[in-house]
Nanobody, 125 residues
Framework: QVQLVESGGGLVQAGDSLRLSCAAS????????MGWFRQAPGKERDFVAY????????YYSDSVKGRFTISRDNAKNTVYLQMNSLKPEDTAVYYC??????????????????WGQGTQVTVSS
C-alpha cells in the first residue's frame, strides 16, 4: 500500500509563495506518475499538475501554468509543488496522488490509485 503525506500548507497573502511537499512510502516502484489536485469548498476536485517519476516530464492546468512548478526528488521519494504569485482563487485543500499510468495524460482523479490526506492552502486578498 502506497502512503502519501502532504505538508507545507498554510495561510498566505495574495502574491506570496508556498511550497507543498508530498512524501511517498511503500511500494512506490509501482507508481509512475505523481499528481496534485485541489478542492475548494463546494467544488469538485480539480487537476493542478502531474510529474513522471522517471523522466520528470510534467503537465499543468491552464489556471496554474507559469505560476506553479512541480518537481520531484527520487532519492527522497518526495514530490513538491512550488506555488508563486498566489491568488485568492488558489484557496483550496491540496491533495497529492499517485498513479500507475506512465504514458497517458492523467488529468482525472479517477486515474489515480492513492491519495494523501490533503493540506489546506488559504490565500487572503
Amino acid at each position: 500500500q502506497v502512503q502519501l503525506v502532504e505538508s507545507g500548507g498554510g495561510l498566505v497573502q495574495a502574491g506570496d509563495s508556498l511550497r507543498l511537499s508530498c512524501a511517498a512510502s511503500g511500494p512506490t516502484f509501482s507508481m509512475y506518475t505523481m499528481g496534485w489536485f485541489r478542492q475548494a469548498p463546494g467544488k469538485e476536485r480539480d487537476f493542478v499538475a502531474y510529474i513522471r517519476w522517471n523522466s520528470g516530464a510534467s503537465y499543468y492546468s491552464d489556471s496554474v501554468k507559469g505560476r506553479f512548478t512541480i518537481s520531484r526528488d527520487n532519492a527522497k521519494n518526495t514530490v513538491y509543488l512550488q506555488m508563486n504569485s498566489l491568488k485568492p482563487e488558489d484557496t483550496a485543500v491540496y491533495y497529492c496522488a499517485a498513479s500507475r499510468y506512465s504514458t497517458v495524460r492523467v488529468l482525472s482523479s479517477s486515474s489515480y490509485d492513492y491519495w494523501g490526506q490533503g493540506t489546506q492552502v488559504t490565500v487572503s486578498s
